[in-house]
């Protein structure tokens, strides 16, 4: 079956503009989270949704926002995007147990510059 | 809060060499526990996982064991080859929760 899709791979924004990044999961699966890759903080947990609700967040600005919708797929925005948001953000997708493999995309690689 | 605290690296080994990678953690209650590897350009991919105390994940030749006692989950391997080359993260998800939380990931070079 098909993997986690994301798009796009790649992204260059300027400081002030907002961005928007997709995330189409596994077939069946209604859990969606999202994470932050930097070099210097690691893995960051931003936020995770399943049926459409947000179930958690992580400690990011109110900046960062995200959304499910009833097929599944999860949109993450960022406004006013700033120098320190440049990072490979990755979504990962889970099926019905929670103790089970997170499925991750390729990842969508954002420039701010 | 939760937290994976593992060996940083970066670790350079000889082909056939024996791999330990340190990971320790802080959670409240059982969580479970993963091994995730990440290849240049790639997200990440399940390696292998434990759910209770005392169960052995398993993959590749890679083995981790679910240490409560000593909150541990160390990754080994007996003989790497040079296609183990790519970063390794410890993680663990809450009870219940489908939030993962990683450790900052051990980058793994290995020179024939």
């Known amino acids: 079956k098909a993997g986690v899709t994301q798009t796009p791979r790649y992204l260059i924004k300027t400081r002030g503009q907002q961005v928007t990044l997709s995330c189409s999961p596994i077939?069946?699966?209604?859990?969606v989270s999202w994470y932050q890759q930097t070099p210097g903080q690691g893995l960051q947990f931003l936020f995770e949704y399943f049926s459409e609700t947000q179930r958690n967040k992580g400690n990011f600005p109110g900046r960062f926002s995200g959304r499910q919708f009833s097929n599944s797929r999860s949109e993450m925005n960022v406004s006013t995007l700033e120098l320190g948001d440049s990072a490979l953000y990755l979504c990962?997708?889970?099926?019905?147990?929670?103790?089970?493999?997170?499925?991750f995309g390729q990842g969508t690689r954002l420039t701010v510059v | 809060g939760n937290s994976v605290t593992q060996m940083e690296g970066p670790v350079t080994l000889s082909e056939e060499a024996f791999l330990t990678i340190n990971c320790t953690y802080t959670a409240t209650g059982y969580p479970s526990l993963f091994w995730y590897v990440q290849y240049p350009g790639e997200g990440l991919q399940l390696l292998l996982k434990?759910?209770?105390?005392?169960d052995k994940g398993s993959n590749k030749g890679f083995e981790a064991t679910y240490r409560k006692e000593t909150t541990s989950f160390h990754l080994e391997k007996g003989s790497v080859q040079v296609s183990d080359s790519a970063v390794y993260f410890c993680a663990l998800s809450g009870a219940g929760s489908y939030q993962l939380t990683f450790g900052k990931g051990t980058k793994l070079s290995v020179i024939p």
């Open positions: 990962a997708s889970s099926g019905k147990d929670w103790n089970t493999e997170a499925f």
């Open positions: 077939s069946g699966h209604r859990s």
């Open positions: 434990a759910t209770k105390a005392d």
